[in-house]
C-alpha cells in the first residue's frame, strides 16, 4: 500500500493522456474512486466508470463504452478488483440504443 498522499489528478491525465484511440483502455485507483473518476472525466475523449463488482464493469463497457475503469482502494476488495478488470476488458461495446447516448456524452450540453 501506498504510503505517501498523491495528487490523483496527476494520475487521471497520465492515463487519459495515454489512451489515443478507442480501442485502448485504462485502470485507474485511489482511496474512494470517485475523486479519480471525476478527474479523468474532465478529458473529452474518456468515459470513466467507477466500478464496484463486475455487473457494474459489464455494464460500464455495454451500454456506456466506458473506457476507463476506476475504484476504491479502500471500498473494493482484491476478488472483486480481479472480477471487475477481467470482466471490463473482456466485454464489447453494445452499440445499438446505446450508441446515440454515448455520441450526446461528448456534447457539452451545458448552458
Not at 473518476?37 to 464496484?52: D, K, P
Not at 473506457?67 to 473482456?90: P, Q, S
Amino acid at each position: 500500500m501506498l504510503k505517501n498522499s498523491v495528487d490523483y489528478p496527476d494520475f487521471a491525465a497520465l492515463v487519459a493522456n495515454s489512451i489515443k484511440s478507442n480501442d485502448e483502455f485504462g485502470v485507474l485507483i485511489c482511496g474512494s474512486g470517485i475523486g479519480i473518476s471525476i478527474a479523468a472525466n474532465r478529458f473529452s475523449h474518456i468515459r470513466c466508470a467507477l466500478g464496484h463488482n463486475a455487473t457494474i464493469a459489464r455494464l460500464s463497457r455495454e451500454h456506456n463504452d466506458a473506457n476507463v475503469l476506476c475504484f476504491g482502494a479502500r471500498v473494493v476488495g482484491a476478488e472483486i478488483i480481479k472480477d471487475m478488470v477481467e470482466v471490463f476488458f473482456t466485454t464489447e461495446f453494445s452499440g445499438g440504443r446505446h450508441q446515440k447516448r454515448v455520441e450526446k456524452l461528448g456534447v457539452c450540453q451545458c448552458s
